[in-house]
C-alpha cells in the first residue's frame, strides 16, 4: 500500500534550535508539496517541487525555512532557526503530474511544537 | 486572493445526502475544480475533481454548473465517518495547490 512518508511525527524543540523534517513521497511520483497548518491560518502551501526542482516556495519565511528534495526518495523542510510561532503540523504531499493533474496523496504530518 | 467561497459548516443527517456548494466565479477556462476533505487532524484526503463536466467516482458526485461559476459535491448517502472539513480548490492543470478555509460538515445521527 503506497503512502507518503513523514518524519519525525511528533517534534518538541526549544526556540532557537535547528528542525528538520522529512517526506518520503510515493515511489513514481514526480510533484511534491509541502504544507502548514494551524488553527489560525488554516493549511498554508510552503513549497513545491516537480522532478526535484523547485517551483514555488514564495510561501516560506526565507529567511529561517529551507525545502529541498536531495532525491527523488527524499523530500527536507528545515526550520533554522526555530521560533514557537513555527508551532504547527507540516504536511507533505505527493503527486504524478502527467498532462491534467489527478490525486494529491498526503501523509500524516509532522506535529511540531517550539517552546 | 480566495478563488472559491464555501459555507463554514454545514450539518446533515445520517443516511441522508450531504450538499456541499462552492462558488468559483473567476475560474478560467484552463482551471480544474477540485475537492478534498479532512478528518480530523489527518492530512487532506481526495474525493474527485472536474473542468465541465459532471463526475462521479465510489466516493461521491461533483455537479459543476454550465457557465462554471460554481459547483456542487454531493456524498450520496452520508455517514458518521464523514465529518469533515470539505475544501472545494481550483487549479490549473499543472499548477500549485492551494487550501481555503473550508467547509465543516457534520453529520448526526
Known amino acids: 500500500d503506497a503512502r507518503v512518508t513523514q518524519t519525525p511525527r511528533h517534534k518538541v524543540t526549544e526556540m532557537g534550535q535547528e528542525v528538520t523534517m522529512r517526506c518520503q513521497p510515493i515511489l513514481g511520483h514526480n510533484t511534491v508539496f509541502w504544507y502548514r497548518q494551524t488553527m489560525m491560518q488554516g493549511l498554508e502551501l510552503l513549497a513545491y517541487f516537480r522532478n526535484r526542482a523547485p517551483l514555488d516556495d514564495s510561501g516560506m519565511p526565507k529567511d529561517r525555512f529551507s525545502a529541498e528534495m536531495p532525491d527523488a526518495t527524499l523530500a527536507t523542510l528545515k526550520i533554522q532557526p526555530s521560533e514557537p510561532r513555527d508551532s504547527a503540523v507540516y504536511f507533505c504531499a505527493s503527486g504524478l503530474v502527467q498532462g491534467a493533474f489527478g490525486e494529491l496523496f498526503f501523509g500524516e504530518g509532522s506535529r511540531l511544537t517550539v517552546l | 486572493d480566495a478563488k472559491t467561497t464555501q459555507p463554514p459548516s454545514m450539518d446533515c443527517a445520517e443516511g441522508r445526502a450531504a450538499n456541499l456548494p462552492c462558488n468559483h466565479s473567476t475560474i478560467s477556462g484552463n482551471e480544474y475544480v477540485y475537492w478534498y476533505r479532512q478528518i480530523h487532524s489527518q492530512g487532506p484526503q481526495y474525493i474527485i475533481h472536474?473542468?465541465?463536466n459532471n463526475e462521479t467516482n465510489e466516493m461521491a458526485s461533483l455537479i459543476i454548473t454550465e457557465d462554471r461559476k460554481s459547483s456542487t459535491l454531493i456524498l450520496p448517502h452520508a455517514t458518521l465517518r464523514d465529518t469533515a472539513v470539505y475544501y472545494c480548490i481550483v487549479r490549473p492543470a499543472m499548477g500549485d495547490m492551494r487550501f481555503g478555509a473550508g467547509t465543516r460538515l457534520t453529520v448526526k445521527p
Open positions: 472536474g473542468l465541465k
